[in-house]
């Protein structure tokens, strides 16, 4: 378990992959000379800055688990959300229960792969500095991961649908500490083949 008052690091790994046609987040891709699941080279960078994150997965996914560790070579901290198929939501609300006295969360996606530690770290480093929210930005957009304090907890918690934290992040951007990152794999997910052919 997460040290109480420590940043907790959560990555979403329980969407259906419909767009993809087949478990995109199993699919072997090759970066940096490296062939891996796709969310084995999402988790890469996370674990370079937090040493471990709570993945939040689908009911049933042992196979993928037990895939994924043996590619990194590591043991994970699996959450099983029984309620994924309500969406984004759901699977953040089971990542922060999972972790609920951390003093802050970063939220990201197994989705994507090249999302560079440098956000990651800068928005932990925000967090750990005092902002209540904080995401890497580039050319004005904003990008992945995104960072929220434990004042946020309860609305966490009760997020409902698929569209994530997105109207909690809209309501009170005055408030977003905005991490300057000069990477476009802040934005880049995979949600086709074509997708990860254009990486």
């Known amino acids: 378990m997460p040290v109480i008052g420590e940043i907790a690091a959560i990555v979403l790994a329980a969407g259906a992959s419909r767009r993809f046609g087949s478990d995109k987040l199993l699919y072997p891709t090759t970066l940096h000379g490296l062939t891996l699941p796709l969310a084995a080279h999402s988790l890469l960078p996370w674990l370079e800055t937090f040493g471990n994150a709570t993945v939040v997965v689908r009911p049933e996914s042992a196979a993928f688990c037990t895939a994924i560790e043996t590619a990194l070579g590591k ?3 699996w959450a099983v959300c029984k309620d994924a198929a309500r969406g984004m939501s759901a699977s953040i609300a089971c990542g922060i229960s999972a972790n609920r006295n951390a003093a802050g969360w ?3 996606l197994a989705d994507m792969p090249l999302v560079p530690a440098v956000a990651i770290s800068g928005v932990k480093n925000a967090l750990l500095e005092g902002a209540n929210l904080a995401a890497p930005f580039l050319n004005g957009r904003r990008g992945h991961p995104v ?3 434990s004042f946020y907890r ?3 918690l009760a997020l409902q649908g698929d ?3 997105r109207f909690l992040l809209e309501r009170e951007k005055s408030n977003l500490v905005q991490i300057s990152i000069d990477h476009h794999g802040i934005f880049a997910d995979i949600d086709t083949k074509e997708d ?3 990486l």
């Open 75 to 77: 043991t994970i901290r």
């Open 106 to 108: 970063l939220i990201g």
């Open 147 to 149: 960072g929220f304090a």
């Open 154 to 156: 309860d609305e966490l």
């Open 163 to 165: 569209n994530g934290a």
């Open 196 to 198: 990860l052919q254009n």
